[in-house]
């Protein structure tokens, strides 16, 4: 084996960063199916089943994260499962309290396709009488309206995504209309002195079509084809017919749509004469109605005699959500006790004709239940969603097909979403058993009293300059800087355990700065230069730029020993203050045109670079797309060129932009002219920016996939990579090949190219599948990458070689080189003989030869964790950021515990 080096680890858990605990979670719905018997071909079922929606996540402090599904087209399986693909930075401050999607144009969506993004709308609210309606394309607030009968406590769009309806302190229902993208006021409904905190539709119905008596005396009329159509189109609506609300006063409530009154009342227990507050409500195809109350209730209900049908205590505190699973045959409920409930229908026997759920004599049981947050649970919602169809029109898989099991997600004070797989106990003995398939993994199991469960980890934004030894944290509305002072000795080895008991007693470190800025939204992003002198903030409408500068009250020397030899590191201690460079604002909107006379410029970024001698500060706008490089060596910041790239359509094919578009484009042609900056906002965000070690190049992904690559001596356009299957997590240069950049995706899946050649280099075209199986594997997506940097007075042995990457996530980090991992399967004689032919074709600085003689799999290292943070301060030297769990979850009020034996 190879000689193990030393590294020296600065293991820092003093940044006090906290994840805001999940408040909401929703998927999208589906279309509803046609009515003119039109059904899905087995091809299209095929890909719906392989296709998963966006998940909605809503966070205590005003932020909601998309995350999108990791796996690539035509993969059910993803060990990374959904990650977070962008955030919706709330207003300042605010919450969310209810999540809802809904289809833009319900009527152009097959019944059998999922809607991505463009297809969706989201609202939410957040204990206030406005609901928001978000641009998810744009990520921001897209519009507001006010509710008109105080604030608002429940939201519940209907099946056919025409309807919203709000439950308000007023103790009132009112309907918006969401017809052909619009958002206004329907109607309202009769009001009850209640507030309504939580609300629920009932199952739609088809449309009647008209009388039939005009038939014949509309065939021969001029416009018969016409009304003909016309009555199809009707024919082809879904109608609803009523509501259910959960009130404030122990009562459930169940409303006509068509006039707005309360049909008839259902009364919850009481206790001691105190009002039951119902947190929860659903309803199911054949009418059946679930609630969840304040005593840890869950009741079953019938719709059209309103009276109760099974009750469970099965809960010790308060339901505050549920869920139904896709076949409507389980539900799930969970709140303040931290436990996640399973019912189960059980049919009659033997089974009738009929659909089981319309049969009188079938019940519910309590048939599981787990355990798998530390606090309540706010929030569960489940992939597919249920559609309450009537019987005739329930959607059916075709048999022998795959059957992907369902994923139930849950969220609450602990801050992270679990996912589990929720597969019905029936269907393990039915037909579809040998096809199950378990989307978060090869595992086999698939129930939800069984299976395993993931934790999608939180994280942070972080950055850290080397030079200058600073570690930068930001949080809602500031940031905070650390500088690491001492260098511990070189006991920590990488591929091995920690040698001390306790390892914050050797770190030094020092708080250089704590700042509060006066913000709009939440911050969005933020960067640090490497030498420590420039810091800059952003929120979604203005970017602000601060210069760090440190009065040197006294200095004091820190000696190591190291290598026999004294260094001696002379670390300031003194005052650091930010100086505003107010400048900035005025110069980026000097820069940047206007989508619209009414609206003032957004200058706030979505993602900054500095170039490595901290001349050059490259800004990418959030709301426009826009790329900026600023001049700081001026006395003030000097714009030295716009790029609009990203604003700009490309050629698309399956789904994806193809490379080309500006392949061929002129410097002439390509400059900005002002027909192509009056274009129709933004339609994407550039969510990744990285500039090569020389500060030659710079490379800036966005949400569709696409990656320019600008050449920052010449200030010019350069070329276009290829789209890849998923939106990048990490873009990065390599050091001893500044002109080789490296891609990982969310599924830790590497792509490298040479943007000098414009083209992928001939040894790395397989990189992907000869990488590790535990990196492709792990639960937890790539982060960040970070590079060891050489030792000036010692040059490497071989002008060849690359020093190791280490690629790290949230709970794990390895030590790899380009083309090590391989399985292991193969003879030693054909690994050299691969290797001598990579050899020959390698680029300047990249050497693909394993580190492991034997071509072993990397070794997972998982003793740090949850990782926010993780880079090099020099040779050797190691600096990584923690945020333990424990210390989370210790700042969070006492969980729910209620003794069962010995309790006086």
């Known amino acids: 084996m190879d000689n193990v080096s ?83 930075s709330g207003p300042c401050p605010s919450k969310v ?63 056919a995504s025409t309807l919203l309806a709000l439950g308000c302190e007023d103790g009132s229902v009112r309907l918006l209309s969401l017809v ?16 309504l905190l939580s609300i629920a539709w009932g199952p739609p119905v088809p449309r009647q079509p008209k009388a039939q008596n005009g038939d014949h005396s509309r065939k021969g009329g001029a416009g018969g084809d016409s009304d003909e159509d016309s009555d199809e189109d009707e024919e082809d609506d879904w109608s609803d017919s009523w509501l259910v609300t959960g009130g404030s006063d122990s009562s459930l409530r169940k409303w006509d749509v068509v006039t707005g009154r309360v049909v008839d009342r259902m009364g919850t227990d009481k206790v001691r004469g105190e009002r039951t507050l119902v947190w929860t409500v659903g309803v199911l195809a054949d009418g059946t109605i679930i609630s969840g109350d304040s005593l840890g209730t869950v009741k079953f209900w019938d719709s059209t005699t309103c009276t109760q049908l099974q009750s469970f205590s099965a809960h010790g505190a308060d339901v505050l959500c549920l869920t139904v699973g896709p076949e409507g045959t389980t539900i799930y409920t969970s709140g303040v006790d931290q436990k996640i409930v399973q019912f189960t229908y059980v049919p009659p026997a033997p089974l009738t004709s009929t659909s089981p759920l319309g049969t009188a004599s079938g019940s519910w049981i309590q048939s599981n239940a787990r ?60 037909n579809v058993a040998p096809n199950v398939v378990n989307p978060l993994g090869p595992s086999g199991v698939c129930t939800f009293e069984d299976s395993y469960h993931k934790r999608i980890a939180y994280t942070s934004t972080m950055c850290v300059a080397r030079k200058a030894r600073l570690v930068a944290s930001m949080h809602e509305t500031g940031i905070n800087v650390w500088r690491v002072l001492d260098i511990p000795s070189a006991d920590v080895i990488m591929d091995g355990m920690d040698a001390s008991n306790n390892p914050e007693t050797r770190i030094g470190w020092e708080n250089v700065l704590d700042m509060e800025l006066s913000v709009r939204t939440n911050l969005v992003a933020c960067a640090l230069s490497d030498d420590g002198k420039w810091l800059v903030a952003s929120d979604l409408y203005e970017t602000k730029l601060f210069e760090l500068v440190t009065t040197v009250r006294s200095s ?146 966005d949400g569709l996939c696409r990656t320019f690559i600008f050449n920052l001596d010449s200030i010019q356009y350069h070329t276009t990579l290829p789209s890849l299957p998923l939106p990048a997590s990490i873009l990065v240069f390599l050091p001893e090949s500044p002109q080789i950049l490296l ?79 391989h399985s292991g399967q193969r003879s030693k004689r054909r690994r050299k003989s691969e290797a001598k032919k990579a050899d020959a074709q390698l680029a300047p600085g ?41 210390d989370v979850l210790s700042k969070l009020p006492p969980a729910f515990f209620k003794p069962k034996y010995g309790s006086t």
């Open 743 to 821: 891609t990982a995706l969310p599924n830790n899946s590497l792509h490298v190219f040479d943007v000098e050649q414009s083209e992928v280099p001939a040894w790395a075209q397989n990189l992907t599948s000869t990488l590790p199986v535990q990196l492709r594997t792990t639960s937890d997506p790539v982060i960040g990458v970070a590079f060891e940097p050489r030792d000036a007075k010692q040059p490497p042995k071989n002008p060849k070689s690359v020093k190791e990457m280490i690629f790290w996530g949230s709970t794990w980090l390895c030590k790899l080189k380009l083309g090590e991992g």
């Open 371 to 430: 355990r798998l947050h530390s606090h309540d649970v706010r929030s569960l919602a489940i992939w597919p969603p249920y559609s309450p169809l009537p019987h005739a029109h329930k959607r059916k898989p075709n048999p022998g097909s795959t059957f992907v099991a369902p994923i139930l997600a849950s969220g609450g004070l602990d801050m992270s979403v679990v996912l589990t797989p929720a597969l019905p106990a029936s269907m393990t003995t039915s």
């Open 846 to 886: 990249v050497s693909l030869q394993s580190s492991s003689p034997e071509g072993r799999n990397v070794r997972m290292i998982t003793h740090f964790r949850p990782i926010l943070a993780l880079d090099f301060l020099g040779p050797a030297e190691l600096v990584v950021v923690e945020r333990p769990l424990v």
């Open 180 to 195: 052909a993208d619009t958002l206004s006021h329907h109607r309202r409904f009769d009001r009850i002195k209640s507030r």
């Open 97 to 159: 309290d209810s999540l809802a999607f809904t289809l833009r144009y319900p009527d152009t969506l097959a019944s059998d396709s999922i809607p991505s993004c463009s297809d969706l709308r989201l609202f939410s609210s957040g204990g206030g009488s406005e609901l928001i309606e978000w641009d998810i394309l744009r990520g921001c607030v897209r519009r507001t309206i006010g509710s008109q009968a105080g604030a608002i406590w429940s939201i519940a769009a209907n099946p």
């Open 556 to 701: 004091h020397l820190l000696s190591t020993p190291l290598d026999d030899n004294y260094h001696y590191i002379i670390q300031p201690e003194g005052n650091t203050k930010p100086r505003r460079v107010r400048a900035l604002a005025s110069v980026l909107q000097a820069q940047l045109p206007s989508e619209s006379s009414k609206t003032p410029v957004s200058t706030g970024g979505s993602a900054f670079a500095f170039t490595p001698d901290s001349s050059k500060l490259v800004v990418a706008t959030a709301m426009s797309a826009y790329i900026v490089v600023i001049d700081l060596t001026a006395e003030e910041p000097t714009v030295l060129r716009r790029f609009d790239h990203h604003r700009k359509p490309g050629p698309t094919a399956g789904g994806r932009i193809v490379r080309g578009v500006h392949k061929n484009v002129s410097p002439e042609e390509d400059s900005d002219t002002e027909e192509d900056l009056v274009v129709s906002g933004a339609v994407t965000t550039v969510t990744k920016m990285a500039v090569s070690p020389d500060g030659q190049w710079l490379a800036s992904s």
């Open 6 to 88: 030393p590294v020296a680890v600065h293991r820092c858990r003093f940044v006090d960063f906290t994840p805001s605990p999940i408040t909401a979670l929703a998927f999208p719905p589906l279309p509803l199916p046609s009515l003119k018997g039109k059904k899905p071909s087995q091809e299209r079922e095929r890909q719906r089943a392989e296709k998963f929606g966006t998940l909605g996540v809503g966070r205590a402090n005003g932020n909601i994260e998309l995350c999108e599904w990791t796996g690539e087209e035509g993969q059910v399986q993803a060990s990374q499962a959904w990650q977070v693909r962008k955030t919706l």
